[in-house]
């Protein structure tokens, strides 16, 4: 896959275009998050963001003390990026999750 059109690429292979896979990634983990995963690095993310007019944004929100409202899927992958931690049968936001569950879109 050429450098130069690596996004493409990644858009025909995932059947989706990128607007619909990228803000997402960068809102659930950051833009490096979003680059591991899709296997490029943070600087194509952070291009392919300034490019489609997306800014930073941020935000503060007081988050609940009770995760019980989230869904197992939810809180599974929060667990999996480090962001919850299943402690004496209770889920608890680790340091970095704080800011795990603010999804808005950044557009």
Excluded at 38 to 56: D, F, R
Excluded at 57 to 62: D, F, L, N
Excluded at 68 to 97: H, K, N
């Amino acid at each position: 896959m050429a450098k130069r059109f690596i996004l493409r690429e990644l858009e025909k292979e995932c059947g989706k275009p990128m607007t619909e896979v990228i803000p997402p990634l960068v809102n659930i983990g950051g833009q490096k998050h979003a680059a591991e995963v899709l296997g490029v690095s943070q600087a194509t993310i952070s291009k392919w963001l300034e490019n489609n007019g997306y800014v930073p944004v941020t935000r503060y929100e007081r988050l609940p003390h009770d995760l019980s409202q989230y869904t197992e899927s939810e809180l599974a992958e929060a667990i999996e990026a480090g962001y919850v931690e299943f402690v004496d049968g209770e889920y608890r936001l680790t340091g970095a999750g704080r800011s795990f569950f603010v999804q808005e879109a950044v557009s």
